[in-house]
């Protein structure tokens, strides 16, 4: 990474790079297809767990089913049903990935480690563990392309998913379109992040796509732009959420800019919901805009959608004079996590 541009900069040249990212996936050599060995479970924790969330959106896509585990250890039904795991941590040095890793080696599990390195790296290959090394040097939210294209290559080397090749293809060149180096989202961002001014940032989206869109452009918006946010699922949100917006009075019309993120592949029901919730609170919430999907495969709308939001973080953060690079509470509640020098080992 060039070390002279500053912090906003930085990160737009690194989320540049999702295009390459899904293609270096594409390219793994890893097998594809065979007999599925079971559940697949993914662990790991912010940037690089969520591209467990969306493993199981794809997976959903194709009527198969994974899960996802973002804590520490495993969760109790392991032991029982003995899922082939994946541990995802960019860094390596996860705390709740390390323990998730020495849970399922104290189970005898199937462990895959999806890493740059770290502890985690060599831990696993220590171990024996498969170890798929992606390219450092990458904040870890903006390591997405690596480490999601390297879960779709291993979910697919275990039969969970179909081969995510042409998909990853599919994904690549839509990233390059909308936030590459000549990509056109800017544009988009620009207005949607205008339309946000002075607001609190709520994204909506529908089950299972763009739900987890919605989670990613939620997390981006904290990290990138420094600035609350939270985001919600359809149609649940409507069976309770939207009571909410009514007290304090006039504070969500004045503070709360929502956003919806649609499919083509949206329910029927979901659509209607979508038209007359906006309508039913518009007195109540202001609706800042919709982002439509892109492309043919479930994974290339789900990217599209990435790396429009990727943008629009980076538009809030340019307008509030955020740094995307600095993450300093987070780092300072590592540094205080960390065991002092003279405390035993974790056992693994």
Known sequence: ???????????????????????????????????????????????SGITGDFLAAVAAAEGRRTSVH????????????????TVVSYSGDTAEALSSWGRARELGLSVTAVTSGGELGEKAARAGHRVVMVPDGYQPRSALGYGLSAVLRVAAAAGAIGD??????????????????????????????AAMAGRMVGIYGSSPLTAVAAQRWKTQVNENAKRTAFWAAMPEATHNEITGWDFPAGLANSRVGLLALRDRDDHPGVSSRFGHLEA?????????????????????????????????????????????????LIDRLKERMTPPPDSSPRAF
Do not use: H
């Open 70 to 85: 973002k804590s520490y250890g495993l969760p109790g039904w392991a032991a029982r049903e003995k899922p082939s795991v």
């Open 164 to 193: 995510p090749r042409p998909s990853l293809e599919e994904a690549a060149s839509i990233a390059d379109g909308l936030s590459g180096p000549e990509g056109g989202g800017m544009a988009l961002a620009s207005d949607l992040a």
């Open 280 to 328: 039913l609170t518009a007195d109540r919430v202001s609706w800042a805009g919709e982002v439509w999907a892109q492309g043919s495969s479930p994974l290339a709308r789900l990217m599209s959608l990435v790396a429009v939001g990727d943008l629009f973080s980076l538009e809030l953060a340019r307008l509030a004079g955020a740094d995307p690079m600095r993450v300093e």
């Open 1 to 47: 990474m060039t070390e002279n541009l500053s912090g906003l900069a930085e990160m737009r040249s690194q989320m540049a790079a999702l295009g390459a990212q899904l293609r270096w996936g594409a390219d793994l050599g890893l097998p594809v297809g065979g007999d599925p060995e079971g559940d697949i479970l993914v662990c790991g924790m912010g940037g």
